[in-house]
């Protein structure tokens, strides 16, 4: 799909570097072969002051790892119009040696990616697996410009990352169109299972880019097994380039209440990215209103990020998000719970080398 947006110049300039630097070790008669990935490193301090349990902690400063990674990407030209593809792409902490003394885990942490599909010029493109949620490709990109935190519309996990399949049509006149199916299963469970049984959750919408304007309207079935409340999620995000170097972004999101888990919200975020050179920087403010409470809450975030070279940056983030987060356990799965709090502002800083 085209990335054209100054509104996500950060990623086309910083966080896509590793596309760019991919080694390719393989191409020969239409099949191809890219190794690509990154090792970022920083120190992040600040963020929430208390525990689940409304206990005071430490939010001191920490060597950290910053979503380090490794990847192998694949295709083949099946003919002029269809080629096949896939993607496979690992996690690892880059900050320390884990092993019997630290979490017990060694080498790669986590499956990141890991899908397969084909791609027609002419009839769009097909894939399953374990990939990021359309959602967040084709409506909330736009906002989703920060390395760590800051974007308080839904991420690349929402209601995605494995036992997904998903279409999305070739451009057709500046319009895509995108379905996503995840399907939760019950399957080896021991009987009785679940009162819900197999469940799918559904996500689609549509993105029109033409010239400088971009704009994406999508839903979102969000169901309790994917650490949502069961009810509907919908958005409708844009970003306008003023010139090459200045892009303003606008958008609304918000899911239905549950009257039985809550959960429901309307957000609205206004933002903007400038790029001059090596440098970028990013500013976006939030403003959030939880259903069944009083106040509503601002969240802010700022970026500013610089290229040494085309495989090596540094970078500065903070991020007021004005809330507590407090684990919450919802039929059997980890969720998430914020109050307004006022925080101490988050910060990130740290380099990252792509190759």
């Known amino acids: 799909m085209k990335k054209t947006l100054l509104a996500t110049a950060i990623i086309g300039a910083l966080g896509a570097s590793a596309a760019a630097q991919a080694a390719t070790v393989y191409d020969q008669d239409g099949t191809k072969l890219d190794v690509y990935g990154r090792i970022a490193m920083g120190i992040a301090g600040g963020g929430p002051e208390y525990n689940s349990n409304d206990e005071l902690i430490d939010n001191s400063e920490e060597f950290v790892d910053v979503y380090s990674r490794l990847g192998l990407r694949m295709s083949h030209e099946v003919n002029s119009d269809l080629t096949a593809f896939g993607r496979l792409e690992w996690r690892f902490s880059g900050d320390e040696r884990t092993g019997p003394s630290g979490n017990g885990k060694t080498g790669f942490n ?39 935190r800051g974007l308080e519309f839904s991420g690349h996990p929402k209601q995605s990352r494995g036992d997904s399949i998903g279409y999305y049509t070739p451009n057709l006149e500046g319009w895509t169109a995108f379905l996503q199916l995840k399907h939760y299963s019950e399957r080896g469970e021991l009987e009785p299972v679940r009162d819900e049984g197999n469940v799918v959750a559904a996500q689609g919408g549509v993105q029109y880019e033409q010239g400088p304007i971009t704009v994406g309207l999508g839903f979102v079935d969000d169901v309790v097994r994917g650490g949502g409340n069961g009810e509907m999620m919908g958005g409708l995000i844009g970003s306008y380039a003023v010139n090459d170097q200045f892009s303003v972004r606008l958008g609304y999101e918000g899911r239905e209440h549950s009257d039985t888990l809550g959960g429901g919200y309307d957000t609205v975020g206004l933002g903007g990215t400038y790029t001059t050179g090596p440098w970028a920087f990013a500013a976006d403010v939030y403003n959030v209103e939880n259903d069944g409470e009083d106040d509503s809450r601002t969240a802010w975030s700022l970026g500013s990020y610089y290229k040494v070279s085309s495989n090596f940056d540094v970078f500065v983030e903070l991020n007021q998000a004005d809330q507590q987060s407090i684990s919450v356990n919802l039929d059997g799965l980890d969720s998430s719970v914020e109050n307004a709090d006022g925080d101490d502002v988050y910060y990130l800083t740290g380099a990252r080398y792509h190759f």
Not at 119 to 145: E, H, R
């Open 110 to 148: 986590e499956v990141r990616q890991s899908y397969l599909g084909v791609q027609s010029k002419q009839y769009g493109t097909f894939q399953a697996g374990n990939f990021d949620s359309f959602y967040n490709q084709f409506v909330s990109l736009p906002f989703d410009v920060y390395i760590d």
